[in-house]
């Protein structure tokens, strides 16, 4: 019987003997209520009506009519049931009530209709009474009320419940007594058997016959309990392995807890000593470190339960005796050291290879030995020695103990190193092995302090000191040389040092310097003399180059010159700062000047920053020139500060100030650009397209916001977002080159090209073109304007515009004042100029009329005049490339400008000019009658360079001042000059004339724009 069953059974019974009970009742039983009442109450007022009529009877018989109405005014009183009592003779006439009926109290069940009563009448009774002779001598009529016969109705319901009742309970004990018996009993004989498991009585499983799922239940919990016993007897043995293992936890918890403490190496040994012997507890411990240098072990500890019988001295010795290599006298050591792990000995007495250990450990009444290495970074730098009686520490538990312990003693250890060897590079210069700034500033706070401690200020002296010409080692050698150079001057640096004196490197080339008076040179000019003469001193590279770097240190002293550290390294910087002004080496003392000066340039900041704001900046627009074809390629936007009595004042008074905030120098380049870009509008709007170029700081070209700066000015003017350049100055790169090369590129996805200024000034290299996505260079005017005067700004130039050309690079001449310059530049293949030759730079509403009002420039020689459309310009560009120059080299070719130094020394196979004359130039002008006579002069031009450049150089090591040099200029300049007046008789001067001509009749035309 399923126990789903046994649970649905008696309420199954239970529900269909009630509903057979109650449809019983219903149907059987209630109709029958209202008849056996009806017949009850008749039966009673029958009964009482006679008990009545034989009290009347008497008096009826008499005619004694007062008795009759008393007697039954006591009878209806004693029924006030009976609605009606009449009272008849045998004719029929009324007796009684003689005058209606008595008033009848009202019974709570009568309900008013009305000002009468109306009674619920169900029975009525006529019975004649009879004399003693049995003759009817009247008749007694009762009506009676219908409220008792209900109340006998209610008492025969509630007998019927009262019995339905006892049946219900009757029935639900029987279901109880089954659930009891079914389901209670065996969940409590269950509920008994978990709590004797839980007590730990496992003897008693639990009794049941029954095949229901309460059996089955009793028989999976009866195979439970027998497993959980078993796993409990299983704990119980865990839980003393456990207890073996507490003391190894607390040990390695006590340990983990002091090592969180970051212990010193003495500490952390004897702490670590301490919790072996109370975890372990062995007869004798001594750790030693490995001495790898000396191949040996230096003992650090050694403890024993009575230290007072413990030889301390002959153990040490013992120690220091074994060596790393001693293969017969210390063998397991030597393993230990060698190849590290946990080596366990059972019998120490039964091991070879011990020597003098047997006879000290015999005394000590040891018998075994545990030994472990403790590893730092990979290698074994201390080992722990434990020592005890009948293999006491030999235990596999000690064995892993002792392992995890000397784990966690090398991993202390090798964070104590780190953190050693962090603070010593958070407060050293890892390079020069030199205090860094913040020693150097917490030396100063602490000489503060002590002056305030002692109330007695101390006189010294704090310093920086500057190296000029690092960056360039770096960029031309490399970092590793010029680290070698860093190391070499602090190691020049720290031979001055005095002592008291703090030396500290800063940053990449400024260090910082703590000198106090000393005798005979109270205010160091003697030391600092000393000091810069041996830093300026030479010293050769490991590439073999001398290099000699300039030196500026500014001083500011304490206390005369400021008490707190960062006022007195402020005062320095701004005495450093004077000292860089010098070309040469030299040191500055501060002064109040120098604050006087630094708040001049802080109010030419600030006025300079209103005049952005108030939009009081003006740009002045400075044309380049294409002298070639004599056309304007676009303009250089330059930045003008007006003043109110008239006027500009000079850019050089306030353009280094500003370069040297950042806000500012973004808010100007920002500034720049937004008016650049709008007067291109402006000048579009009246037919003048042209290009801009504007200078971009290098502070603002390198900060983050410079792209979100230009692509918010370039969305605001996207019609002439093309027409807009860039130019950047050599600080910029040199200062970030990879960020740098970064910003060009996404300049040049947005359309804007790139111009490099100021060329070849500074520490600017050639390699550099090849690294940065650049359009076009600048060549700086300090080459130009002594182009004449040092020959060796021609030699430059020359190089500058042929490396450009080889790499596709536009080249732009700045600085071109006079025609001279823009005849030379043209010579030597630098078409486009920039400077006073062309046009001083004008305000924006001056540029559309100039422009119009320009006619070919006539400061061309008359042969440039013949170039009648660009083409032939760049077949003059070519002629000059190898043609306008004299060999260079060697060092006897002073004075000589040059373009191609191959052109005279590979012949004219190379030659561009022999390419263009073979190919276009027979295919166009072949069938001029000079052509044939051109190809020979130029054949000749290098025949007679060729020669030339070969007697100039076989007297390389001879006299320059050699005779046989002094014709060379002479015959090359007379070929080229024959070479060239036949090249423009070729291409049709003309032209020329017309061109002119052409320009002149529509002046309003503006040029194309190159």
């Known amino acids: 019987m399923g126990i789903r069953f046994k649970l649905q059974a008696p309420f199954i019974a239970i529900t269909l003997i009630l509903f057979a009970t109650i449809a019983g009742l219903y149907f059987y039983w209630i109709p029958q209520v209202d008849e056996r009442a009806f017949v009850q109450l008749e039966h009673a007022t029958l009964s009482e009506m006679q008990l009545s009529a034989e009290t009347i009877a008497p008096a009826l018989e008499d005619g004694n009519i007062a008795l009759i109405q008393d007697e039954l005014r006591t009878i209806h009183d004693q029924h006030p049931h009976w609605i009606e009592l009449t009272l008849r003779d045998r004719d029929g006439v009324r007796l009684y009530p003689l005058f209606g009926l008595r008033p009848i109290t009202r019974d709570p069940k009568q309900q008013d209709i009305g000002d009468a009563s109306a009674y619920r009448q169900s029975l009525h009774m006529t019975l004649p009474i009879k004399n003693r002779l049995g003759d009817a001598i009247g008749y007694l009529q009762v009506s009676a009320d219908n409220y008792y016969m209900e109340q006998q109705e209610h008492r025969t319901i509630l007998l019927t419940l009262t019995i339905l009742s006892v049946m219900v309970a009757y029935i639900i004990s029987i279901g109880l007594f089954l659930m009891e018996r079914w389901f209670n009993r065996p969940l409590r004989d269950l509920l008994a058997a978990t709590h004797r498991i839980t007590v730990g009585d496992y ?3 639990i009794k049941t016959l029954a095949h229901d799922e309460i059996g089955l239940l009793a028989s999976h919990f009866n195979q439970m309990r027998s497993k959980v016993h078993n796993r409990e007897l ?60 000396d191949l040996s072990l230096k003992c650090e500890h050694i403890s024993h339960p009575s230290e007072n019988h413990l030889d301390h001295g002959g153990i040490e010795q013992a120690i220091s005796a074994i060596r790393i290599g001693d293969n017969h006298a210390t063998n ?24 003098s250990w047997w006879v000290l450990l015999s005394r000590l009444d040891i018998d075994c030995m545990l030994v472990a290495p403790i590893m730092t970074d990979g290698h074994v730098s201390r080992i722990v020695a434990l020592f005890g009686g009948e293999k006491g520490v030999c235990e596999p538990r000690k064995i892993k103990l002792l392992e995890e312990l000397s784990e966690r003693m090398g991993l202390s250890l090798e964070d104590h190193a780190k953190d050693q060897e962090l603070q010593w590079h958070a407060h050293y210069d890892p390079l020069t092995q030199l205090p860094n700034r913040t020693l150097f500033m917490g030396h100063l706070t602490e000489l503060r302090s002590k002056s305030l401690m002692h109330a007695q200020e101390q006189h010294f002296a704090v310093g920086i000191l500057d190296l000029h010409g690092l960056k360039s080692i770096n960029d031309r050698l490399g970092h590793q040389s010029g680290d070698i150079a860093i190391r070499e001057l602090a190691n020049r640096l720290i031979t001055h040092q005095q002592p008291g004196d703090l030396i500290a490197r800063l940053n990449g080339d400024e ?28 010293f050769l590279l490991p590439e073999g180059e001398s290099i000699e770097i300039q030196s ?117 380049g920002c500034y720049v650009i937004r008016n650049a870009l709008a007067q291109l509008e402006t000048w579009k709007v009246f037919g003048y397209a042209t290009t801009v170029s504007v200078n971009i700081g290098a502070r603002h070209l390198l900060a983050p916001e410079f792209l979100q700066d230009l692509d918010h000015n370039l969305a605001r003017h996207e019609s002439v977002r093309h027409a807009l350049k860039i130019e950047i100055t050599e600080t910029a790169y040199l200062n970030d080159l990879g960020k740098t090369a970064k910003v060009l590129h996404a300049c040049h996805k947005r359309g804007i090209k790139v111009s490099l200024d100021d060329f070849g000034t500074g520490y600017a290299s050639l390699s550099y073109l090849q690294r940065l996505p650049c359009d076009q260079i600048k060549i700086d005017q300090s080459f130009i304007r002594q182009i004449f005067d040092v020959p060796q700004n021609q030699a430059i130039v020359a190089a500058l515009i042929t490396a450009a050309r080889q790499m596709d690079l536009e080249v732009i001449a700045e600085g071109v004042e006079t025609t001279a310059h823009a005849i030379r530049l043209l010579e030597m293949g630098c078409l486009t100029v920039q400077g006073y030759a062309a046009s001083k730079p004008m305000p924006a509403d001056q540029v559309i009329p100039w422009a119009q009002a320009q006619i070919p420039n006539v400061t061309l020689p008359e042969w440039a005049r013949a170039a009648v459309n660009l083409y032939d310009c760049r077949l003059l560009a070519i002629a000059a490339e190898h043609h306008l120059s004299a060999c260079n080299s060697c060092e006897f070719s002073a004075n000589r400008a040059f373009s191609d130094i191959s052109a005279a020394t590979t012949g004219d196979q190379t030659c561009r000019f022999n390419l263009w004359y073979e190919r276009e130039g027979r295919e166009t002008y ?3 009658p000079e052509f044939e ?42 070929a080229q000059s024959e070479f060239l007046k036949l090249f423009w008789e070729v291409v049709s001067p003309e032209e020329y004339d017309a061109l002119i001509t052409s320009r002149r009749r529509d002046s309003k035309m503006i040029g194309d724009v190159g």
């Open 926 to 928: 072949g069938e001029h």
């Open 332 to 355: 397991i050591f030597q393993q230990i050291m060698i190849g590290g792990g946990v080596r366990c000995v059972p019998s120490l007495f039964e091991e070879q290879g011990l020597g």
């Open 234 to 293: 299983s704990l119980q043995d865990a839980t003393h392995e456990a207890e073996k293992l507490r003391d190894t936890y607390a040990a390695l918890s006590e340990l983990n807890a002091f090592i969180a403490e970051r212990p010193s190496p003495p500490e952390l040994i004897q702490r670590s000593a301490s919790i072996m012997q109370r975890a372990l507890k062995p007869d004798l411990i001594w750790i030693a470190r490995v001495d790898w240098d």
């Open 511 to 538: 260090f910082g310097l703590i000198l106090f008076p000393a005798r005979g040179d109270p205010h160091w000019q003697h030391a600092l003399k000393r000091l810069l003469e041996d830093l300026t001193a030479p």
């Open 933 to 974: 006579r051109l190809g020979q002069a130029h054949e000749r031009t290098h025949k007679i360079e060729s020669a030339s450049c070969q007697l100039c150089r076989t007297p390389c090591h001879q006299d320059p001042s050699s005779s046989s040099q002094e014709s060379i200029p002479h015959d090359t300049q007379a």
């Open 203 to 205: 003897d008693s499983p």
């Open 552 to 668: 500026h240190i500014g001083l500011a002293m304490s206390p005369t010159d400021g008490k707190h550290p960062e006022s007195l390294l402020r005062r320095a910087d701004l005495a450093l700062q004077e000292a860089k002004s010098n070309e040469v080496s030299c040191y500055r003392f501060f002064t109040p000047a120098m604050e006087e000066q630094m708040l001049r340039r802080y109010h030419v900041q600030h006025e300079f920053m209103e005049l952005i704001e108030k939009n009081g900046l003006e740009l002045h627009y400075q044309p380049q020139m294409d002298i070639a074809a004599s056309t304007i390629i676009g303009y250089e936007a330059l930045i003008r500060w007006p003043l109110p009595e008239g006027g500009y004042r000079p850019v050089s008074e306030f353009i280094t100030q500003v370069e040297l905030d950042g806000r500012l120098i973004r808010a100007l």
